[in-house]
Nanobody
Framework: QVPPVESGGGSVQAGGSLRLSCGVSGYTCMGWSRQAPGKERELVAGISTEGRIRYYADSVKGRFTISQDNAKNTLYLAMNSLKPEDTAMYYC????????????????????????WGQGTQVTVSS
């Protein structure tokens, strides 16, 4: 399995928007994770093949949208109404299992292997 590759990110003021992109091909469970300094990694959004099943962490519901463009083999995370607490390194995560559809998103996230992680892209939200 080839690790996914993110792009996008950057700095924005509170209330602003950013969109992250990730090259994905052949994956069946995909998502976006983040890690802020001094905090554990958390799964913020997930999507299964053809968008059948989606997941959002409570902290981002109504503000973030995960989507995929199969023609472009790209996964997106549209982030709106950004807050300073959204500041973190964001990672694209994906694998070729269908486990996310059977055991739930958080357990799926907890069992990901190293090659399921992208290199990360920084998002900084200033107040």
């Amino acid at each position: 399995q080839v690790p996914p590759v993110e792009s996008g990110g950057g700095s924005v003021q509170a209330g602003g928007s950013l969109r992250l992109s990730c090259g994905v091909s052949g994956y069946t469970c995909m998502g976006w994770s983040r890690q802020a300094p001094g905090k554990e990694r958390e799964l913020v959004a997930g999507i299964s093949t053809e968008g059948r099943i989606r997941y959002y962490a409570d902290s981002v519901k109504g503000r973030f949208t995960i989507s995929q463009d199969n023609a472009k083999n790209t996964l997106y995370l549209a982030m709106n109404s950004l807050k300073p607490e959204d500041t973190a390194m964001y990672y694209c995560v994906a694998d070729t299992t269908q486990v996310c559809q059977y055991i739930g998103w958080v357990p799926w996230f907890g069992q990901l292997h190293d090659n399921s992680w992208g290199q990360g892209t920084q998002v900084t939200v200033s107040s």
